[in-house]
């Protein structure tokens, strides 16, 4: 399936978009004539670890993990861990 539709073929084909959605994990744009006004359709649990990137990220978990991931040896001394921030 195309992965940009028009408002009109979007509205067509909404169904299929759907499963396209759930079963391929492919994001569908909506394109308009004002690209600023496009949207973005995707699946529920990538948009959900989205969320989650970002929030590791923002509050620095994230390198943190990446960070303990490169160095260590599959080991994390619990002494270092914030657990008021988790």
Known sequence: MQQAFTPS???QNFFAILRDTATEH???I???KDENLDAVIINRKDYEAMEE???LMMNGQLQDALEREKNSVGVTNIDDIDWDNL
Do not use: G, V
Request: no cysteine; charged share 15%; glycine share 0%.
């Open 9 to 11: 073929n979007a509205r």
């Open 26 to 28: 492919r994001p569908i």
């Open 30 to 32: 909506i394109q308009q």
């Open 53 to 55: 990137t970002m929030a």
